[in-house]
């Protein structure tokens, strides 16, 4: 699918689908929406989900997109929204409260799988992206770390935590 000739037609079906109520409920400028809607489009037909004629029509792949988008979307905000909180006078504090798992500190617990320096502190970086709503890739790709260091991470963590 080429979307710079049937991007107009995604933006049709965009607003023709009611979508926009819920955005504007969530306080979400349906434009910036849709320049989301036009990155799940590109991102799927590069990926292992490209729209396929033969199974659907575009009209019904374009609104499966935009739901699921939507919903990513709705999710990651909600995620990020009750994890931020204004501090009296006002302000956003950017990281200061560490958070927590189960009781035990986020950097205890990674201080006590990869001890203390550099590796702990790029973990420790990785994590707290993660824990702001973050996707794993681009936390990843802000770290400046590979896909597989950061699958190795969560796999010792996850270890770490099943041995407690």
């Known amino acids: 699918m ?40 590109l991102a ?33 905000e909600r995620l990020r929204d009750s994890r931020e909180s204004v501090t009296a006078d006002g302000e956003l504090p950017l990281c200061s409260a560490t958070p927590q798992m189960d009781g035990v500190e986020l950097r205890d617990l990674v201080e006590g799988v990869f ?22 890739r681009d936390s990843l790709a802000l770290v400046g770390l590979s896909e597989s260091w950061g699958n190795q991470v969560l796999t010792d963590l996850r270890a770490a935590l099943t041995d407690k």
């Open 2 to 41: 080429d979307l710079s000739i049937r991007a107009h037609e995604v933006r049709k079906l965009f607003y023709a689908g009611g979508f926009t109520g819920v955005l504007l409920r969530e306080n979400i400028d349906p434009e910036e929406f849709l320049q989301e809607v036009y990155r799940g489009l």
């Open 115 to 136: 001890g203390v320096g550099e590796e702990r502190d790029r973990v420790f970086q990785f994590l707290s992206l993660l824990y702001s709503g973050r996707s794993r």
């Open 44 to 76: 799927r037909n590069r990926g292992t989900c490209p729209w396929d004629a033969k199974k659907s029509s575009f009209g019904h792949y374009v609104h499966i997109v935009i739901r699921c988008v939507l919903s990513n979307y709705l999710r990651r």
